[in-house]
């Protein structure tokens, strides 16, 4: 069984995180929300509460399979400044396994320089902080190991790539059908 973390900082985007631990669970990969507070307790950008499954020590301990960072303000900023998290973000890049962003967060990756030479997706607004990459503004982008997509609308079609990369085509195709997903 596949293991990914989605990291989570207080003013997250709550339907990015939620969806794809949703959906990758319902394919049996081992989601977890990993807090990078000091309490397994964080609150999204809308004041709703969530209970992590790990604190970010407990998760840097032993590699995932793959990442995941919502977006939302100030969720995204909060992951930026956050030091053993962009550390552990290179190192993932450098093992060449799944990075994945949504909404506001993959201007994280530009500002680790991650994005040099790939196409990858963000807010609308926000192209100007996808540093080196070529701007798209498709729902979702992989290039590589990096995959991004633009915000919380397009959080099941994200999650259905990740359940994809993660779980196979295949079951990504059934879970389509399972939660009566039109693409």
């Known amino acids: ?80 400044a956050h030091q053993g998290l962009c550390g552990l973000i290179q190192n993932y890049n450098n093992a060449r396994k799944p990075v994945c962003a949504i909404c506001a967060a993959p201007l994280i990756l530009g500002e680790l320089n991650l994005l040099t030479g790939k196409t990858a997706t963000i807010y609308p607004g926000m192209e100007n902080k996808l540093i080196g990459a070529t701007p798209s503004k498709n729902q979702v982008c992989v290039d590589g190991n990096i995959i991004t997509s633009r915000g919380p609308g397009t959080a099941i079609p994200f999650s259905l790539k990740l359940a994809e990369i993660f779980a196979g085509k295949e079951a990504a195709e059934k879970l389509t059908a399972d939660i009566v997903y039109q693409i």
């Open 1 to 80: 069984m596949k293991t990914v973390y989605i990291f989570l900082a207080e003013g997250f985007e709550e339907m990015e995180a939620v969806t794809p631990l949703d959906l990758l669970r319902r394919v049996g990969v081992n989601a977890k929300f990993v807090s990078t507070g000091s309490t397994l307790q964080v609150k999204g950008a809308h004041n709703i509460l969530y209970t992590a499954d790990l604190l970010f020590d407990e998760a840097a301990e032993a590699m995932a399979d793959g990442i995941v960072l919502p977006g939302g303000m100030p969720g995204t900023l909060n992951l930026l």
